[in-house]
């Protein structure tokens, strides 16, 4: 007999710790393997909510300076679905095969999403000019041409002209809009002309312009109050104040096909990428921003914003005559019932569509509603979404959205409310 010290384990007793050793490592695994698909959801839904971020981060800033410069908001409806106002724009719901612009080469919009217009002086500085007697700081030369004067110095404060001399060095037509130093409500928009223009004296210089007669001065000019260039501008004697840089974005969500497609990017959303964009153009126009005859003037079109965003929809809150009112010191109250009579938000319900521009003429708008929809970028197998049923009048009943292997994208819809009554 071995002495007690000397006695191993039996195999009954090996093979229990063996068991318990395997159960052990299984958990291990399980919940390694928990913490991972853990980690790649936070992932997922982390970056889709840094999407929606981005996205109305970099609206509502262009949102906040529409108009920037002297430009009106303006209330034009033109279509039974655009609302074509001078500083903002509404293309509501667009249809299928919908470019952002008629250029060839241009990238095609999701259908059913809107498309933002925003106009304004916005990423340069708005330069004051010398109305003093006799300053000789503005003149119409023509019936089609004038030229103003700028100087690097205004009332002792430093101007910063470098976008007017880059314009003209480089041959860009960029749009100018001229301020009257008598009423900020009479306005011009001008093309540059870099040609005679002078830009070698750095303490100021002379920017010459063109009224009419060129390709997008038709679209300039209906920019302008009553269509035309103002009478008042072009009396003996009458100044202009300050003159910007004007800027058009169209923000929109454009179809993206560099993942390879299965299936009809329309009726199958699991095969359609998509991402927020903004296209920049000469104002009113469908020409992309740039010199002139640029090839590469195109991807101003497509200047990507944030990415997995599956719809940009906007509803425009009016001091309309439909239910509520905003009057100073009394009453600010706009009503919302999205039934179309006693709603005082435009694009918010179907019986908005078609638009009757009698309701929102001579409206002051003062709400700008962005809602963005975005979507992680792979599914997960085990993740069921709630239905959608509307983001503002766009329905999404019978939606691929709702339907098969699109229910396991994660989805979060963000809104911001913008209100634009410092504008005017």
Sequence with gaps: MR????????????????????????????LFDFSTKLSHVQTNVAEMQQSLRVAQYDTVRLIRMAGRGGLPVGIVPASPSVFQGVAVAVSDNVPNNTKITTTAGAPFVVPGTDILTIRGVLSNPVWQLDVSANSGSFQVDSATTGHLVVQNVHDGV??????????????????????????????????????????????QFTIHFKISGQPRSVGYLALCPGGTFPATLNANGSQVVQVGILEEYRIYVRQDYSAPLTGNVVT????????????RVFPNSNDPYGPEGNAANVNNL????????????VALGFDSANAGSIDAGTSTTITETADGSNDDWLFNGPSDLPVNPATWNNTSLYY????????????????????????EDRSYSGSPFNQGNNLMFRRRLLQTVVNLRSLG
């Excluded at 002209?161 to 809009?177: D, F, H, R, T, Y």
């Design 3 to 30: 002495p007690e010290s000397q006695r191993g384990f039996t195999l009954i007793e090996l093979l229990v710790v063996l068991v318990v050793i395997g159960q052990i490592f299984v958990l291990i695994v399980m």
């Design 158 to 203: 430093v101007q910063d002209l470098s976008a007017l001399k880059n314009a003209v060095q480089n041959g860009i037509l960029e749009p100018l809009i001229l301020v009257s130093a008598t009423d900020p409500s009479v306005y011009a928009v001008v093309e540059l002309d870099p040609n005679t223009s002078d830009v070698s004296d750095p303490t």
């Design 268 to 279: 199958d959303a699991s095969n359609l990428g998509s991402k927020l964009a903004r296209a």
């Design 302 to 313: 497509s200047l990507d914003v944030a990415d997995n965003i599956t719809d940009l929809q």
């Design 368 to 391: 700008v509603r962005l809602s963005t929809l975005a979507r992680t970028d792979r599914p997960d197998v085990k993740y069921l979404a709630p239905p959608l049923l509307k983001i």
